[in-house]
């Protein structure tokens, strides 16, 4: 097996010049990999770093030292030393990143929000706006909504609005920050549905859930955060 | 490791090196090196006196660097130094491949004249002279940047100040340049006219391929506009990286100054 994400002693501190230079060690000794078909979901107590390496494997948050390989159009890239450019690509067409949180776009609707990762990837729109469509129906956002900018809707259906961006693609990994966080049941059921749908296709995953019915559904394996907490 | 080899084929647009510019004793801008490819978005954030628009004069020819050069690669793919342009060749970065949208509309604009000849003034300097066509894509622009078509023929000085700004871009983009400078765009505007403004350059930006290179002190409009970011302080470039890695993860101590002292939404 290839593995699609593969963390070699990644290692993360933040250094706070504003409080005087003081150094917070997040991670250290990150390792583990995840295959394509599997959802790995990182567990830990608030604080241990889980979202931390979330955003390391997104490239988001720099990585001190150590390695993040990322399999991406057929090759390894390294995504602690790769270029602005190759982290854009790596974002473009290989991985997404589902957020708590819908960073909206002011005067775009929903249903062209939910389309546009596809349409980057050179999708039609009446494709991609039929897709788009399809993932909010199922996702029970009505109809009369998708005209709409998702910054008047409600912190769930704003998470459903992101989780149908995030589901829409067909891009290889995803990294899932959260996603069940402010859903009822039914759309709880639906999320799981997505990911085991995700799976079948053999897109590798990395989680981060706290409802332990919710991981137990989606979890292929459990890598325990503590084992990386950097020591003060 | 092996790397992905089409990454590396596209070739960059402009590249900067060590550029410097002196005023007597004063470094306004120091060993400034970076490559900048199609498509892509650089925005240059710092506070006033950074020496931000003084590199954004260096980079667009207006003003010659005291060490260093600029090279641009021009349509026919080669890649060649400013500072030894022809006439001709300036001519047409000026008037065609480049746009410049400035902080203060009525320095990209003629007051006077109308939004329609203001438009239609950069295709005629490239050789239109079919009145009609000219006016028919001046009023495709006004409506892609949303002004109402039935304005064309009155003068910006009757606009407001989100609408000359529309203009402007309307103006710059007219010709399909493939690289715009611009310089606090949003400058000088009430937030809810930016946002719109800001929304309307993200999507001209992405649907035309542009590269561009925004100057701007607000952190926001680097977040929503641009790929890359550098910041600059003292004439220095201090850090630079992927916008949303060096606003979410800043590393210097200059840059996590500018970034906590955002207000939150």
Partial sequence: ??????????????????????????????????????????????????????????????????????????????????????????????????????????????????????????????????????????????????????????????????????????LPILLLDEPTASLDAANRAVVVELIAEKKTRGVAMVAIVHDDEIRHLIADRIVDVTSFAAAA | MSEPSHLDNDEPLLVAEGLAKNYGPIAACREVSFALYPGEVLAIVGESGSGKSTLLQLLSAQLAPSAGRVSYRMRDGVLRDLAGLGEAERRFLFRTDWGFVHQDPAQGLRMAVSAGANVGERLMAVGWNHYGRTRDTASTWLERVEIDVGRIDDAPKTYSGGMRQRLQIARNLVTEPRLVFMDEPTGGLDVSVQARLLDLMRNLVSELGLAAIVVTHDLAVARLLSHRVMVMKGGRVIETGLTDQVLDDPREPYTQLLVSSILPP
């Avoid at chain 1, 991406?72 to 690509?89: C, F, K, M, N, Y």
């Avoid at chain 1, 897709?131 to 259906?157: D, K, Y």
């Fill in chain 1, 1 to 170: 097996m290839t593995a699609m994400i593969e963390l070699t002693d990644a290692q993360k501190t933040f250094t706070m010049h504003l409080q005087g230079g003081v150094e917070l060690p997040v991670v250290r000794g990150v390792s583990f990999h995840v295959g394509p078909g599997e959802c790995v979901v990182l567990s830990g107590p608030s604080g241990a770093g889980k979202s931390s390496i979330l955003k390391m494997i997104f490239g988001n948050y720099r990585c001190d030292s150590g390695r993040i390989g990322i399999r991406h159009r057929g090759s390894v890239i390294d995504l602690a030393t790769a270029e602005p450019r190759q982290v854009l690509s790596v974002r473009r067409s290989t991985i997404g990143y589902v957020s708590q949180f819908l960073r909206a776009v002011p005067r775009v609707a929903t249903i062209d929000v939910v389309a546009e990762p596809l349409i980057v990837n050179g999708v039609a729109r009446e494709e991609a706006r039929a897709r788009a469509g399809a993932l909010l129906r199922r996702l029970n956002i009505p109809e009369r909504l998708w005209s709409l900018p998702p910054s008047t809707f409600s912190g769930g259906e704003q998470q459903r609005v992101n989780i149908a961006r995030g589901f829409i693609s067909d």
